[in-house]
């Protein structure tokens, strides 16, 4: 990648790029309005018109820790240890990532959002900033370091519920402090908690009456444009990531835009229908066993927040409608961040990046939320780039992963990639190269605590198929999306299929990169 230089009012802009990596939390890969769907993202559906988008995208796990320690180490997920939820990232491991690699190369490293790194207590000096007993003991000014970035305007989880509440300071960060300013004492909290109804019959969603402009996407929002109008004039190049907690759920999108999308025209899925008999034994054993948490409230709330119960059609056209209101919330946001480059005159030197952690089911299969049943609602990615050299209206289908971040920006910082890390650089592909990968991979260690099973689930998908072999009891899916699209039919065991099954087994074992010896402890 070429390093290149703009004058403007004749004054040398940084000739190394800026970099800016948005991310949304729980986001399917397909709910963006250039996928076709009835749902109004114009601002993403613009960036993927001047851009270029991945159609084959996947998460390296299906879950928020794993997955985005994997964003920022471009390690898979039984490399840099974080094997599942509530398994701290190691912050010599963080601290290696592209964040401070890249801030030793002289750019401005900064996070705005949800990080969901862990509460390791040696983060800082003064704890974790993610846990919520450790972070009644940081300053109320504290803003960073942590993990590799500089500048850390963060929230902890930033989605609540009874038993996880908005910390009240001064417990908390920047944002728990400017969430409880507002209002009359506890009227944010409240208010969020309020339908303003007609309260729907789908579980976990409401009209929640919290003001938009007390809502956790405008504050996310309101700090990347406080971050960029302050590096307008910056001689240095920046890289931040700016990471929206929504539209995970619970699903309480607030007005207006939970009205945008009404549940009798959303499009909900096609395959709204439970089948366990005819998949593999841990589907059914995931959604029924007994989560066996460490802690009381940590089995209540895997049982009672991460488990979602059969709704009736109605029931998901509701939640859909507001899942979609969430994502249009933060489209908004990310239309005012282009706009703000476009006025600061960074957009020429900016590579732009949306994606998400991962996917939600939303439906499919019956199922919702997130689970160990990779299916594509919840492996799959959204991922759109725009930027200098990158081609517009462009769809590359080659698999890739969000672990290839990291190569990809120490390629765009002219660093060299560590020998160490997984990650493949998608800089040739965004310079309009035609590149060929074969394969991505996702990886998920999963502890009993959360659906009462262990499982160590190895997925490998291609353009056209995807496996997942469970290693422990030797049981997988097959299945061949060129044929079968919406995954109704697993062919692990149908003979028709041994060829296609032998050769993304072997893909299995060919992983590559060092699998830690001693996985850190699992915390819940």
Same mark, same amino acid.
């Given at each position: 990648?070429?390093?290149f230089?703009?004058?403007?009012?004749?004054?040398?802009?940084a000739d190394?790029?800026?970099i800016?990596?948005?991310?949304s939390?729980?986001?399917?890969?397909?709910?963006?309005?250039?996928?076709?769907?009835?749902?109004?993202?114009?601002?993403?559906d613009?960036?993927?018109a001047?851009?270029?988008?991945f159609?084959n995208?996947?998460?390296?796990?299906?879950?928020c820790?794993?997955?985005?320690?994997?964003?920022l180490?471009?390690?898979?997920?039984?490399?840099h240890?974080?094997?599942d939820?509530h398994v701290?990232?190691?912050?010599?491991?963080?601290?290696?990532?592209?964040?401070?690699?890249?801030?030793?190369?002289?750019?401005?490293?900064?996070f705005?959002?949800k990080?969901h790194?862990?509460?390791?207590?040696?983060?800082?000096?003064?704890?974790?900033?993610?846990s919520?007993s450790?972070s009644?003991?940081f300053?109320?000014?504290?803003?960073g370091?942590?993990?590799g970035?500089?500048?850390?305007?963060?929230m902890?989880?930033?989605?609540?519920?009874?038993?996880?509440?908005?910390?009240?300071p001064? +417990?908390?960060?920047?944002?728990?402090?400017w969430f409880w300013g507002?209002?009359?004492?506890?009227?944010?909290?409240?208010l969020?908690?309020e339908?303003?109804?007609?309260t729907?019959?789908?579980?976990?969603?409401?009209f929640?009456?919290?003001?938009a402009?007390?809502?956790?996407?405008?504050?996310?929002t309101?700090?990347?444009?406080?971050?960029?109008g302050?590096?307008?004039d910056?001689?240095?190049?920046f890289?931040?990531?700016?990471?929206?907690?929504d539209?995970?759920?619970?699903?309480d999108?607030?007005e207006?835009?939970?009205r945008l999308?009404?549940e009798?025209?959303?499009?909900?899925?096609?395959?709204?229908?439970?089948?366990?008999?005819k998949?593999?034994?841990?589907h059914?054993?995931?959604?029924?066993n007994?989560?066996?948490?460490?802690?009381?409230?940590?089995?209540?709330?895997?049982q009672?927040y991460? +488990?979602? $119960?059969?709704?009736?059609?109605?029931q998901?056209a509701?939640?859909?409608?507001?899942?979609?209101?969430?994502?249009a919330?933060?489209?908004?946001?990310?239309?005012q961040?282009?706009?703000?480059?476009e006025?600061?005159g960074?957009?020429?030197n900016?590579?732009?990046?949306?994606?998400s952690?991962?996917g939600?089911f939303?439906?499919?299969?019956?199922?919702?939320?997130?689970g160990p049943?990779?299916?594509?609602?919840?492996?799959k990615?959204?991922?759109?780039?725009k930027?200098?050299?990158?081609?517009?209206?462009?769809?590359?289908a080659?698999?890739?992963?969000?672990?290839?971040?990291?190569?990809?920006?120490y390629d765009?910082a002219?660093?060299?990639?560590?020998?160490?890390?997984?990650?493949?650089?998608?800089a040739?592909m965004?310079?309009?190269?035609?590149?060929?990968?074969?394969?991505?991979?996702?990886e998920w260690?999963q502890?009993s605590?959360?659906?009462?099973?262990?499982?160590?689930?190895?997925?490998?998908?291609?353009?056209?198929?995807?496996?997942?072999?469970?290693l422990?009891?030797?049981?997988?899916e097959?299945?061949?999306?060129l044929?079968d699209?919406?995954?109704?039919v697993?062919?692990f065991?149908d003979p028709?299929?041994?060829?296609l099954?032998?050769e993304?087994?072997?893909?299995?074992? $060919?992983r590559?990169?060092s699998?830690?010896e001693e996985?850190?402890?699992?915390?819940?």
């Open positions: 990648v070429t390093a230089q703009i004058i403007k009012g004749g004054k040398a802009i190394k790029p800026n800016l990596l948005i991310t939390d729980q986001h399917r890969w397909d709910c963006y309005g250039f996928e076709g769907r009835n749902i109004k993202t114009p601002h993403l613009s960036l993927a001047n851009g270029t988008r159609s995208a996947i998460t390296p796990n299906l879950v820790q794993p997955a985005r320690a994997s964003i180490t471009g390690m898979l997920p039984l490399t240890g974080v094997y939820n701290s990232l190691d912050p010599a491991v963080g601290e290696a990532g592209w964040a401070r690699g890249l801030a030793n190369a002289g750019y401005n490293s900064a705005i959002g990080p790194f862990g509460v390791n207590p040696n983060n800082t000096p003064y704890g974790a900033p993610e919520r450790d009644a003991a300053p109320d000014d504290w803003a370091p942590y993990m970035f500089d500048l850390a305007k963060i902890i989880l930033g989605h609540w519920h009874d038993l996880l509440p908005c910390e009240e001064p +417990r908390g960060q920047t944002f728990e402090r507002h209002g009359k004492p506890g009227e944010a909290w409240r969020w908690a339908d303003a109804g007609p729907p019959e789908a579980a976990q969603t409401w929640s009456k919290l003001p402009e007390w809502h956790s996407t405008t504050w996310v309101e700090c990347t444009l406080d971050f960029l302050q590096h307008a910056e001689a240095e190049p890289c931040a990531w700016v990471s929206y907690p539209p995970h759920h619970p699903f999108c607030p207006p835009w939970s999308h009404h009798d025209d959303v499009d909900i899925s096609r395959t709204h229908e439970r089948d366990l008999d998949r593999p034994w841990w059914r054993a995931a959604l029924e007994t989560p066996q948490a460490k802690h009381e409230y940590e089995r209540i709330l895997r009672e991460s +488990r979602i $119960a059969p709704q009736t059609d109605r998901l509701q939640m859909t409608a507001n899942y979609y209101g969430q994502i919330f933060i489209d908004h946001g990310v239309g961040i282009l706009q703000k480059l006025e600061t960074l957009a020429d900016t590579y732009v990046v949306f994606t952690d991962h939600d939303m439906g499919d299969h019956g199922l919702y939320l997130k049943t990779p299916y594509d609602g919840a492996l990615l959204g991922m759109i780039v930027g200098p050299g990158v081609p517009a209206d462009r769809v590359v080659e698999p890739v992963s969000s672990v290839d971040f990291a190569a990809t920006f765009w002219g660093q060299e990639t560590p020998d160490n890390i997984q990650s493949e650089s998608l040739g965004l310079a309009g190269h035609e590149e060929a990968r074969h394969v991505a991979y996702s260690h502890q605590s959360r659906t009462g099973v262990e499982l160590n689930l190895r997925t490998v998908r291609t353009k056209t198929a995807k496996l997942t072999l469970e422990i009891s030797g049981e997988g097959l299945y061949n999306l044929d699209p919406d995954e109704m697993n062919r065991n028709g299929a041994a060829a099954k032998k993304l087994t072997d893909m299995i074992r $060919a590559p990169g699998i830690m996985m850190p402890e699992h915390e819940a």
